[in-house]
């Protein structure tokens, strides 16, 4: 079971590292008018376990602060998967 639950936390640490990548990557495209990371994927990523890593950089980036589904959304899915990964630890 321990290891079940270090696979998940290792998981999850990896998913919000992609996330923080992909927003810092996403904001260094627009600022050179490059191809984009699609709106989709950056919320694929945050709803398979990245939100906290999506937030951190879009604060931390200032990049899609703008749009209320991402100001809005992103944060609340981060505490929705802090809560059930914390929910998980104390089964």
Do not use: C
């Not at 990548?21 to 709106?39: G, L, P």
């Amino acid at each position: 079971m321990e290891m079940n639950m270090n696979m998940i936390l290792v998981a999850y640490i990896i998913m919000n590292l992609i996330g923080l990548f992909v927003m810092k990557a996403d904001k260094d495209r627009a600022k050179k008018h490059q191809y984009r990371i699609s709106e989709n994927t950056l919320w694929l990523i945050a709803l398979l376990g990245g939100a906290v890593g999506t937030t951190v950089g879009m604060k931390r980036y200032r990049h899609k602060t703008k749009h209320l589904s991402f100001k809005v959304g992103f944060p609340l899915l981060a505490v929705a998967e802090v809560i059930l990964l914390g929910y998980f630890f104390t089964l």
